[in-house]
């Protein structure tokens, strides 16, 4: 275990080689050039061809947070965006009401679930040197005791090209979440749907590229096609150098527009394959604007000044 705490700047112990990039022949995706054709296509609906990248809308939030602010009203908020976007993630309830079946949009299928925000946390009242206390169970987090919401047949039905899934590396359930994650994988690989990992952080797990390096390794060997994470303002590099298959990057908690560009204009340059963005879009005071200025890091350059820029002279415009 010591392996796990070793600092990555001793470079006796770990070397990213970070000035190499991974080869990927006949085929233009991190990680992805031996699998089948229709696992390939499907991929390939999800990353523009052209450059690799992808820009997704993330607007799942309702299956354990409900009406969202912003997603009160999907189909008033998030249609609008639908164009602009290269991949939707979302649930099959809402893709069944809401989104139209007529979209050329590659969908990424929330594939678990069963917990909400209102789950309550295993804690009891007890006494301690004589006074009341409150005690709980250690490293418990009510919303990682997930499983797997749909089967293979429903996301056959639905034209998933992805299935995400959340994965909670440290926590009390952690061994279940692998589970769901491996058990979609298999089931997925007999299709040629693809699976995205989805590193969850709860109250015991921190938000540094130590812990990102291990648990988006972990889900990458246990067969995760993409995995998605949040960025590090230190070391993010040395996370998707050891990652073996592309890294989108979670949006989080909503940012000003410039620093949500910021973040998301870094992560490409340090090798993140997109953006899986939700709040810093659709509740920004113009989501449409904030999306093309999203698409204008990602897919054209832009830095983030020029996307700022952009995003004000589209303001209010409609």
């Given amino acids: 275990m010591a392996d796990i705490t070793t600092s990555a700047a001793d470079k006796k112990e770990k070397e990213y080689f970070l000035d190499v ?49 912003g997603l009160e009203r999907v189909d008033q908020t998030i249609l609008p965006l639908e164009p602009y976007a290269d991949c939707l993630m979302l649930t099959r ?10 979209t050329q949009k590659a969908i990424a299928l929330r594939a678990s679930g069963g917990t909400s925000m209102v789950s ?4 009891w009242e007890g006494e301690l040197d004589g006074k009341k ?36 590396i440290g926590s009390a359930y952690e061994r279940q979440s692998l589970k769901n994650l491996t058990d979609l994988v ?27 390096r291990l648990a988006t390794r972990i889900m990458a060997e246990l067969g995760a096609h993409v995995v998605k994470c949040y960025y590090t303002d230190e070391g993010f590099d040395t996370i998707t150098s ?27 340059q340090q090798g993140a394959s997109g953006v899986d963005m939700g709040r810093n879009i659709f509740q920004s005071e113009d989501p449409v604007a904030m999306m093309k200025a999203v698409r204008g890091v990602v ?20």
């Avoid at 089931?187 to 921190?206: H, K, L, N, P």
């Avoid at 897919?299 to 409609?318: I, S, V, Y």
């Fill in 186 to 212: 298999d089931a997925g690989a007999r299709y040629g749907i693809a699976v995205m990992g989805v590193v969850a952080v709860g109250r015991a797990m921190a938000r540094n590229a130590q812990y990102f």
């Fill in 133 to 168: 206390i409150k005690f709980g169970r250690p490293g418990f987090e009510p919303l990682s005791n997930e499983s797997t919401a749909l089967n293979i047949e429903e996301a056959i039905r639905l034209n998933a090209s992805l299935l995400a899934v959340q994965v909670f």
């Fill in 93 to 102: 309830g809402i893709q069944r009401s809401i989104i139209p079946a007529s």
């Fill in 299 to 318: 897919h054209e350059g832009l830095t983030p000044d020029q996307a700022f820029a952009m995003f004000n002279d589209l303001k209010g415009k409609k």
């Fill in 21 to 69: 990039p991974q080869q990927t022949p006949g085929f233009f995706l991190k990680g992805s050039h031996q699998y089948d054709w229709g696992l390939k296509n499907r991929l390939s609906r999800v990353f523009n061809p052209k450059d690799g990248r992808t820009v997704m809308l993330a607007f799942d939030h309702g299956y354990f947070q409900g009406p969202t602010t």
């Fill in 242 to 268: 050891c990652c073996p298959v592309p890294i989108v990057i979670a949006g989080g908690k909503k940012l000003p527009e410039l620093d949500a560009l910021k973040m998301s204009y870094n992560a490409i």
């Fill in 120 to 123: 309550p946390f295993e804690e």
